[in-house]
């Protein structure tokens, strides 16, 4: 066998090895869902994205690889902490515009929409911690590790980097089960991924994820008064808007400057 056909198997094995985590972790957080779902209650938000991640911890183990080095638990400098903090919210405000004017195409059943926001109701304060704690710091952290650590890492060494980060938001957007929010996720995803490249660490991207999952977490329990300076119509308010999209431009010009 010639160097590069070796490199092309190991390559390919990569890839193989990227992808069966995911699907391990799918597979397990469905067993989770369909044996103890009703019993967690609000807390299977928590338990589930905690085991996510613990095929690729597992994987990591046995193959003897640096753990920090796999799931790119990188230090970042308190710069590059900021402007991701700054990022993360100017992107949030696009985002969550991107996906009203989808659903003007693409629109939730009164069913899907009823369940997706059910579940982030909070009627309790301990409610609120369990469910903020699921969406804002354990999801963020374990399906960012997986994502853009883990598997991101091994498909830009099979592929590229251009590729392995696309070919990462693709199976993250697949991995949601959300056709309604499958294009916004996959923008978010691959926001996310660039980050993590550029800084070769995951907590920039963490950091993005998190803010993301909270701000959309508190609005779906604010009370409309509440959050009316925020909106116009169904529809982010274009002075919102327009700080919400300088605020990515100087965040990520900010992070850029700090790598």
Known sequence: ???????????????????RMVLWAFLLIVLIEI???????????????????????????????NIRKSFRLNPVSVGVIVSAFITGV????????????????FPYSAEILRSLTE????????EFLIVGIGVAVVSPLTEEALFRGLVQQK????????????????????????????IQIILLGVFMGIVAQ????IIPSVIIHSINNFLAFIFINAKPSDIAWYLSGNHVSPQVLAAGAALTVAGFLLLNKNI
């Open 1 to 19: 066998m010639t160097t590069d056909q070796k490199k092309k198997t190991t390559q390919n094995a990569e890839v193989w090895e990227a992808l």
């Open 35 to 65: 044996v103890f779902g009703r019993i967690l209650g609000k807390m299977k938000i928590v338990i589930m994205e905690m085991f996510i991640v613990v095929p690729a911890f597992i994987l990591v183990l046995v193959k003897k690889y």
């Open 90 to 105: 100017g992107l949030s405000v696009l985002i969550d515009e991107a996906d009203r004017l989808l659903q003007m195409f």
């Open 119 to 126: 579940f982030l109701k909070c009627r309790s304060f301990n």
């Open 155 to 182: 498909l830009e060494y099979a592929t590229d980097v251009t590729r392995g980060i696309l070919l990462t938001s693709l199976v993250f957007g697949i991995i949601h089960l959300n056709p309604w929010a499958f």
């Open 198 to 201: 550029k800084t070769n660490s």
